[in-house]
């Protein structure tokens, strides 16, 4: 049967927090809901906690369940994907929560039939206590053509799946980048607002996110840059907005990566240099992005050998 809303959650090694991400879900659900769980190989305790303290959630089609062999958390995603029932979808991860109201209001939301609806959310620390104020994808609130917003969005390059709910047909020919470990959300739903023609932005704030020191930014490996590389090499050339915020934000994410793993200079290769030192001279990607992509994007070698001197 048809579903109006299917959430996906990978999880991987949740012990701690799955339990409250689930509970924070399963009391808003009704039969036009269906949460996806997809446990990518734990070896902690994460499949005992599921099968025991939502058995019941389980056996009634509300928690469909399933566990797999680790694959990493795009391949959790995309199986997930695969067997969504709902005509939208949403992503919540494992060490997060949701509002009371999410599913009241995202179900309002998709009644109005966008392509993707977009929400709030607010940090929190690993006590659940927020953490500075609510952030959004972009604050022109209400039902708009995507063109009207697309480039707030990428100027914005907050690029975190669960601020948002899809139209599930979206996905059909796009699935998240499997083995990469960083920024695979920016790889897939870059690609997924290229193809969105109505976008809902609601000031309601629908999500705790959880700062996990354990997390991908803050743990680098060296393979994130070589991703995040391929990803930006394998973008057209064309000069729009939108292509050029994005490739700053890739040369932001690799910059930043390589500080923190192999050059403390951040030093990317020259054509990408060159590529983000011109977007500067574009007046409105200079005012419409955040001015650390402006810096760290285009001086970034600079600012890094004066941080090092002063080391």
Same mark, same amino acid.
């Given at each position: 049967?048809?579903?109006?809303?299917?959430?996906?959650?990978?999880?991987? %090694?949740?012990?701690?927090?799955?339990?409250?991400?689930?509970?924070?879900?399963?009391?808003?659900?009704?039969?036009?809901?269906?949460?996806?769980?997809?446990?990518d190989?734990?070896?902690?305790?994460?499949?005992?906690?599921?099968t025991?303290?939502?058995?019941?959630?389980?056996?009634?089609?509300?928690?469909?369940?399933?566990?797999?062999?680790?694959?990493?958390?795009?391949?959790?995603?995309?199986?997930?994907?695969?067997?969504?029932?709902?005509?939208?979808?949403?992503?919540?991860?494992?060490?997060?929560?949701?509002?009371?109201?999410?599913?009241?209001?995202?179900? @309002?939301?998709?009644?109005?039939?966008?392509?993707?609806v977009?929400?709030?959310?607010?940090?929190?620390?690993?006590?659940?206590?927020?953490?500075?104020?609510a952030?959004?994808?972009?604050?022109?609130?209400?039902?708009?053509?995507?063109?009207?917003?697309?480039?707030?969005?990428?100027?914005?390059?907050?690029?975190y799946?669960?601020?948002?709910?899809?139209?599930?047909?979206l996905?059909?020919?796009?699935?998240?980048?499997?083995?990469?470990?960083?920024?695979?959300?920016?790889?897939? !739903?870059?690609? !997924?607002?290229?193809?969105?023609?109505?976008?809902?932005?609601?000031?309601?704030?629908?999500?705790?996110?959880?700062? %996990?020191?354990?997390?991908?930014?803050?743990?680098? /490996?060296?393979?994130?840059?070589e991703?995040?590389? @391929?990803?930006?090499?394998?973008?057209?050339? %064309?000069?729009?907005?939108? %292509?050029?915020?994005?490739?700053?934000?890739?040369?932001?994410?690799?910059?930043?990566?390589?500080? /923190?793993?192999?050059?403390?200079?951040?030093?990317?290769?020259?054509? !990408?240099?060159?590529?983000?030192?011109?977007?500067?001279?574009?007046?409105?990607?200079?005012?419409?992005?955040?001015?650390?992509? !402006?810096?760290?994007?285009?001086?970034?070698?600079?600012?890094?050998?004066?941080?090092?001197?002063?080391?």
């Amino acid at each position: 049967m048809e579903k109006k809303l299917s959430i996906i959650i990978p999880v991987y %090694n949740g012990e701690r927090y799955v339990a409250s991400c689930l509970t924070s879900l399963l009391g808003q659900l009704s039969d036009q809901h269906e949460v996806i769980l997809i446990n990518d190989g734990s070896s902690d305790a994460t499949h005992d906690i599921i099968t025991c303290q939502f058995a019941t959630h389980i056996e009634r089609g509300a928690l469909v369940y399933q566990s797999v062999s680790n694959g990493g958390v795009s391949a959790a995603r995309n199986l997930g994907l695969n067997s969504a029932r709902g005509r939208y979808v949403s992503f919540v991860d494992a060490d997060d929560s949701v509002s009371p109201d999410y599913m009241a209001t995202l179900d @309002a939301a998709i009644e109005r039939t966008p392509d993707i609806v977009e929400f709030g959310y607010r940090s929190v620390d690993d006590a659940g206590q927020p953490i500075g104020g609510a952030r959004h994808v972009h604050r022109r609130f209400g039902m708009h053509a995507a063109d009207a917003v697309r480039d707030y969005v990428f100027a914005a390059g907050l690029w975190y799946p669960w601020v948002r709910a899809f139209r599930r047909e979206l996905f059909t020919d796009i699935r998240f980048p499997v083995g990469v470990r960083f920024c695979e959300d920016v790889m897939a !739903i870059s690609q !997924i607002y290229k193809k969105a023609t109505s976008i809902l932005t609601l000031p309601a704030v629908l999500y705790d996110y959880r700062v %996990n020191p354990g997390g991908a930014t803050l743990n680098v /490996k060296p393979d994130y840059v070589e991703n995040l590389l @391929a990803f930006y090499r394998q973008l057209d050339s %064309n000069s729009s907005f939108a %292509n050029k915020a994005l490739k700053i934000t890739l040369a932001y994410a690799m910059r930043s990566c390589l500080v /923190k793993s192999t050059d403390r200079l951040g030093r990317l290769p020259a054509d !990408i240099e060159a590529d983000v030192r011109r977007f500067i001279f574009s007046p409105r990607l200079f005012f419409m992005m955040r001015s650390r992509f !402006i810096i760290f994007g285009t001086l970034g070698p600079f600012i890094f050998t004066i941080k090092a001197w002063l080391r």
